[in-house]
């Protein structure tokens, strides 16, 4: 069992920058995929970026050239460094962890961080 504990969300005018940060405890198995994802009111939870154990990156058209996603293998941590947030960003921010290894199967969540953006 992985639980992932997200941190670094707050309130941040239009134009600023945050950085969010992701632990997980517990061991990772296996070719994965850590990520994040972001859940505005009355949408659905949509991908901001991801990052496999290879290195690997995937990033929404809408954060593309404004976040980076990093990660740290040895600590089970993830990083999004956030920059020129615009008011549309405003959303809970989710951290997942899932198997890309037909050897493992698992896919967990944290709780959320939320991320508010004042214009």
């Known amino acids: 069992q992985v639980q992932l504990v997200e941190s670094g969300g707050g309130l941040v005018q239009a134009g600023g920058s945050l950085r969010l940060s992701c632990a997980g405890s517990g061991r990772i198995f296996g070719f994965n995929a850590m990520g994040w994802y972001r859940q505005a009111p009355g949408k659905q939870r949509e991908l901001v970026a991801t990052?496999?154990?290879?290195?690997?990156?995937n990033y929404a058209d809408s954060v593309k050239g404004r976040f980076t996603i990093s990660r740290d293998n040895a600590q089970n941590r993830v990083y999004l460094q956030m920059n020129s947030l615009k008011p549309e960003d405003t959303a809970l921010y989710y951290c997942?962890?899932?198997?890309?290894?037909?050897?493992?199967?698992?896919?967990?969540w944290g709780q959320g961080t939320q991320v508010t953006v004042s214009s």
């Open positions: 990052i496999t154990s290879r290195g690997e990156s």
């Open positions: 997942n962890v899932r198997s890309l290894s037909p050897l493992f199967t698992y896919d967990y």
